[in-house]
């Protein structure tokens, strides 16, 4: 996904407050409730200075005046104090609380809005976006964004605090408020010097982010190649060269807000020096009293700081249009599956029928150059209702392609998939999975109990359970587990082997008792004797079930009704088996590939056993292994007949 980035523009502050427009539409209770909150801290932070000038002047004066002070004096001079502190105190609470919840609620509302979009986007889509990013998308683009939120409710009262306390320092004094006055052109001019200086800093950081993401979940992910490869030190390197631009992007960001820091803070004390300077000299004139020149001195030393909100808002800014870009480049995605009214009957086996089916993965060649790779191409098919039908088909054939677009994980390009003469397109949303499964060969486990990888949060008693694991073949294993149905199996089934986690994925499938069950390569993982009990267990439950299964084994291919034969995304032949070992080259190749691989082994086993012998005293013994291999793959080409 390109990321836009902003330049530290005024163009850059325009997306800016369009951001934060976008923000306050969607939490506009909280957000006002942070500014009352922040205004009143504002005005009472003013009324601070105010405060300490009436208790100078009706107080401490007096009191140096006669050397001495009444309780009457300390009260009035506590109680003015404490009120106005109070106040103040509320005034943070309130929005520092609504501050927070309106960030969360943004935060909330924006994960899960990205989340529905990943739901809602095709497989084509997901196909182009690495996991890593959609992750990163969806947590810290998101805080990125909304983070903003924090400081700004304090800036906004940092402004009515500045108007408060310009208005103040008027009053008392205009000369004082004028000299007072040329502080504030340099803060706001520092301030944008400081976003300029900012913007491309923490947007380098920000992408850097998305890419420590990537780059550790796809490490995550390929635990198992990298261990079995001895990649370990690799990958190392590899996240720590994304971590470490991460790491000196940061301290850049650090670095910058060092110089400019202390530079922005030292401003509004200039000030303070500079009042109390002409204010002193303007006391011995007699034109000012010591109480007007202390309120005002007071004013400036405690703007220090809240003007800093003003900064933190302007160095965020540019972190929330990074983080929207990347957030709304994913709301606004295309692509997105249109679905109808329509619902299928609910009535027995399905029928499933493909017209004419063509579908190609588009695949991004660099320089914006997208090349379509033709996976299925005119395909047409006819699985009648209540039969097994096998996919068979050399590597890259189309097979899984087909499933997917059977169960309408993707669209087709051209042509139409039916189901009960029903155009998928036209199906309801949630419509096909109430008639139909699909188990896939990669089976994917959740960190649950057994029972809830099967029932995924449905109303199933624990009979149907057991009776959807004894078709599948695991009910013997489940048995044995420490806690049955509930044993937790670790986060994608970690504790259970891959021919475990294959008949819990099946178990999933047979409980819902679908018309149309497609099982792409669903048993690689078993046994063949385990296979064929699968299998068997499923045409004697299946009667109103319609079976499309992709099958490489021979044992599997034998139990189906129907075969269609596919290369190059195309169906080449289809009938009985023995039909197509008659008629079709290309089919009886594939399926009697593994005997012949297994002759293979025979004979070269044979002259292994026979290698520091003379080879004409075992001539004959080698011919007698490879005819005996031979014969086998001929059973193997007559199986069924």
Not at 31 to 38: T, Y
Not at 42 to 61: F, P
Not at 172 to 187: H, Q
Not at 453 to 472: F, K, M, Q, Y
Request: glycine share 10%; net charge negative; hydrophobic share 45%.
């Amino acid at each position: 996904m390109s990321t836009l980035v902003p330049t530290p523009s005024a163009a850059s502050l325009r997306r800016g407050f369009g951001v934060l427009a976008i923000g306050i539409r969607h939490e506009p209770r909280w957000f006002a409730l942070a500014v009352v909150g922040s205004c009143i801290y504002g005005v009472m932070t003013g009324g601070t200075a105010w405060v300490i000038g009436r208790v100078v002047q009706d107080t401490v004066s007096p009191a140096i005046a006669a050397r001495s002070v009444t309780p009457g004096q300390l009260w009035h001079a506590g109680l003015l104090l404490a009120g106005v502190v109070l106040l103040n105190v509320i005034g943070i609470v309130v929005r520092r609380v609504a501050a927070g919840v309106a960030v969360f609620n943004l935060g909330a509302t924006f994960r899960r809005r990205v989340t529905r979009k990943y739901l809602s986007l095709p497989l084509s889509w997901h196909h182009k976006h690495p996991s890593g990013q959609l992750l990163s998308n969806a947590n810290a683009d998101v805080e990125a964004t909304w983070n903003v939120f924090n400081p700004l409710p304090m800036a906004i009262g940092v402004v009515v605090m500045l108007v408060f306390g310009a208005v103040q320092m008027f009053i008392v004094d205009p000369f004082l408020a004028l000299i007072g006055m040329t502080v504030f052109p340099g803060l706001f001019l520092a301030n944008i010097a400081f976003q300029r200086a900012m913007s491309p800093r923490v947007t380098r950081a920000q992408q850097l982010r998305a890419e420590v993401s990537e780059v550790a979940h796809e490490s995550f992910e390929a635990a198992l190649v990298v261990k079995s490869l001895g990649r370990e030190d690799q990958e190392a390197d590899r996240f720590r060269a994304v971590t470490h631009s991460l790491r000196d992007a940061n301290i850049e960001v650090g670095r910058t807000r060092g110089v400019f820091d202390p530079a922005i803070e030292a401003i509004p004390t200039f000030g303070t020096l500079a009042v109390l300077a002409v204010g002193t000299w303007r006391v011995s004139t007699g034109d000012l009293g010591a109480a007007e020149v202390v309120q005002i001195a007071y004013l400036f030393s405690i703007l220090a700081f809240p003007v800093r909100a003003l900064g933190w808002v302007l160095a965020e800014m540019p972190r929330s249009v990074v983080g929207w870009d990347r957030v709304s480049a994913v709301l606004q995605a295309g692509g997105s599956m249109e679905h109808g009214t329509s619902s299928l009957p609910q009535r027995g086996a399905s029928r499933l029928r493909a017209d004419d089916v063509t579908f190609a993965y588009a695949v991004d060649i660099g320089d914006g150059q997208i090349e379509h790779n033709t996976a299925v191409d005119a395909v047409s098919l006819d699985v009648t209702p209540g039969s097994t039908t096998a996919l068979v088909g050399p590597t890259g054939s189309g097979k899984s392609t087909l499933t997917n677009l059977m169960m309408r994980l993707v669209d087709p390009d051209t042509g139409v998939v039916l189901v009960d003469d029903v155009d998928l397109r036209s199906v309801r949303r949630g419509g096909l999975s109430e008639v139909a499964a699909l188990v896939s060969q990669q089976t994917f486990m959740f960190d649950d109990t057994v029972r809830g990888n099967i029932t995924l949060g449905a109303d199933h008693p624990d009979d149907a359970v057991w009776e959807s694991l004894r078709v599948a073949q695991g009910e013997a294993f489940v048995r044995h587990l420490e806690h049955g149905l509930d044993t937790r199996v670790g986060e994608r089934g970690a504790s259970l082997s891959g021919g475990q986690r294959q008949r819990i994925a099946l178990a999933r499938a047979v409980i819902r008792q679908p018309q149309l069950l497609i099982l792409d390569d669903a048993t690689s993982a078993v046994d063949p004797s385990v296979e064929q009990a699968i299998l068997g267990g499923l045409r004697e439950t299946s009667s109103g079930t319609t079976v499309l299964v992709v099958a490489y084994r021979m044992a599997t291919i034998a139990l189906a009704d129907d075969v269609i034969y596919l290369e190059a995304g195309r169906v080449v032949d289809h009938g009985t088996h023995d039909e197509l070992l008659a008629s079709c080259a290309g089919y009886q190749r594939l399926v009697t590939a593994y005997a012949r691989e297994a002759a293979e082994r025979a004979a070269v086993a044979a002259d292994e056993d026979y290698g520091d012998v003379d080879p004409d005293a075992v001539e004959g013994d080698r011919g007698v292994a490879a005819d005996r291999a031979a014969v086998a793959a001929d059973r193997v080409v007559a199986v069924d007949r």
